[in-house]
């Protein structure tokens, strides 16, 4: 059975970092990414990673700030996020797919990813 498990989120202030991990349980994906989703708002892509060669995709928002990786002996991936702004918080969630991988850079939709974690929070303040 597949499972999505991310963890780290929490709670801090403007210009702090967390990192958030997402271990994924029963096989190896093509690809795997995160997703957010502020109150009020539709869920929106943050980055991916493909698994196998390690091409990443970056909203624009979050590009030089939040750095995605892959720990291929953890079956992990985690989302540095550096410079926290309010305008982060969410509830962040982790995506799998068994496509992709290879030289393609892993898509920013919804419809890229099967498989979703439950989301873990993640709030910035003032």
């Known amino acids: 059975q597949v499972q999505l498990v991310e963890s780290g989120g929490g709670l801090v202030q403007a210009g702090g970092s967390l990192r958030l991990s997402c271990v994924a349980s029963?096989?190896?994906?093509?690809?795997m990414g995160w997703f957010r989703q502020a109150p009020g708002k539709e869920r929106e892509f943050v980055a991916a990673?493909?698994?196998?060669?390690?091409?990443?995709n970056y909203a624009e928002s979050v590009k030089g700030r939040f750095a995605i990786s892959r720990d291929s002996a953890k079956n992990t991936v985690y989302l540095q996020m550096n410079n926290l702004e309010p305008t982060d918080t969410a509830v962040y969630y982790c995506?799998?797919?068994?496509?992709?991988?290879?030289?393609?850079?892993?898509?920013?939709?919804?419809?890229?990813?099967?498989?979703w974690g439950r989301g873990t929070q993640v709030t910035v303040s003032l």
């Open positions: 995506a799998a797919d068994d496509r992709g991988g290879g030289s393609i850079r892993p898509g920013a939709s919804e419809s890229d990813y099967t498989y």
């Open positions: 029963g096989r190896t994906f093509g690809r």
């Open positions: 990673i493909g698994w196998f060669i390690g091409i990443r």
